[in-house]
């Protein structure tokens, strides 16, 4: 299997049509038909179904493009890399993260893509739900990793890596620091800590205000190491995902009857080029094992 052989059936399932897959590879429609002959030959099935004027991929030809992609963006990516290493340039990788994803969940599967590529300069991008999309829609970002985006853009390609819960957070030395669960009318009088970024915040104000719930009022945070400062000086009380880590000055808890959860996403652009250490980030995220993060916790 040759590499201008999947670029050309690429070429053809993108335009559906060999004359124009023929100019868009700048070769000779023949010698485009030929290899995708060959191509069908070697794999044992027809990739198309040619109907005079009307092109299309068969079932098994189906089967086959995704993998033909990956096949092809992996070998692109990695000429890329090795013009870059030769060249002496240095190879960066922007990730957009929500501000309420943890850079711990991170860290070891970013230490092993360094021991992969030593030369490797990592940047993030932190923001909102929307600021994600936009990232990855303008190209700022070649992965994202977020809760719900909100975001229907057919080009957008997602895959689950966890879901988990939302808790309280209170001081160590708040009144209900030792009430676990904490009762819904307990919270009476408390001053909430919002963090504007996240979905949970109006669920759970939602859910104060069904229960008509009188709280003292609210700050409004635009991080998680600020919630926790306040929250540990008693300046209110806070939600948390699961797998934010607190402080010893913190006690997390559950709330009788709150259940709030998320799943957080990987999010890529699809059929855009990625690089070697993109897709290399990608198997390493998707490979992983999450429980321990979530059981501990």
């Given at each position: 299997?040759?590499?201008?052989?999947?670029?050309?059936?690429?070429?053809?399932?993108?335009?559906?049509n060999f004359t124009r897959a023929a100019e868009d590879c700048h070769v000779a429609q023949p010698s485009l038909t030929r290899a995708i002959k060959l191509l069908e030959a070697e794999l044992g099935g027809d990739l198309f179904r040619r109907e005079r004027n009307l092109t299309h991929l068969t079932e098994f030809g189906q089967r086959m493009l995704p993998l033909m992609g990956q096949c092809?963006?992996?070998?692109?990516?990695?000429?890329?890399?090795?013009?870059?290493?030769?060249?002496?340039?240095?190879?960066?990788l922007t990730l957009a993260l929500s501000r309420s994803v943890s850079m711990t969940l991170l860290v070891p599967p970013l230490t092993e893509l360094m021991r992969l590529f030593p030369s490797l300069e990592l940047r993030f991008h932190r923001g909102a739900a929307a600021e994600i999309s936009e990232a990855l829609k303008k190209g700022?970002?070649?992965?994202?990793?977020?809760?719900?985006?909100?975001?229907?853009?057919?080009?957008?390609?997602?895959?689950?890596?966890?879901?988990?819960?939302?808790?309280?957070?209170?001081?160590?030395?708040?009144?209900?620091?030792?009430?676990?669960?904490?009762?819904?009318?307990?919270?009476?009088?408390?001053?909430?800590?919002?963090?504007?970024?996240c979905e949970s915040t109006s669920t759970?104000?939602?859910?104060?205000?069904e229960r008509d719930l009188q709280l003292t009022g609210q700050h409004t945070v635009m991080g998680e190491d600020d919630l926790m400062q306040l929250?540990?000086?008693?300046?209110?009380?806070?939600?948390?995902?699961?797998?934010?880590?607190?402080?010893?000055?913190?006690?997390?808890?559950?709330?009788?009857?709150?259940?709030?959860?998320?799943t957080v996403y990987l999010y890529a652009v699809a059929g855009r080029e990625r690089t070697a250490p993109a897709?290399?980030?990608?198997?390493?995220?998707?490979?992983?094992?999450?429980t321990p993060h979530l059981a501990t916790a």
């Open positions: 299997m040759e590499m201008h052989q999947i670029r050309y059936f690429l070429a053809v399932s993108r335009t559906l092809y963006e992996s070998a692109v990516a990695t000429k890329r890399l090795a013009s870059s290493i030769k060249s002496g340039s240095v190879v960066s700022e970002a070649m992965l994202a990793i977020a809760g719900p985006l909100g975001e229907s853009w057919e080009r957008l390609d997602a895959w689950q890596l966890f879901t988990e819960d939302f808790h309280m957070i209170v001081a160590a030395g708040h009144k209900l620091a030792s009430a676990d669960p904490v009762r819904w009318e307990d919270l009476r009088g408390e001053r909430l800590l919002a963090r504007s970024y759970f104000a939602e859910l104060v205000r929250a540990s000086a008693e300046l209110g009380i806070g939600v948390l995902p699961q797998t934010t880590p607190c402080s010893d000055g913190l006690r997390r808890l559950h709330i009788d009857g709150l259940h709030i959860s998320r897709t290399a980030l990608m198997k390493l995220l998707r490979a992983k094992d999450w």
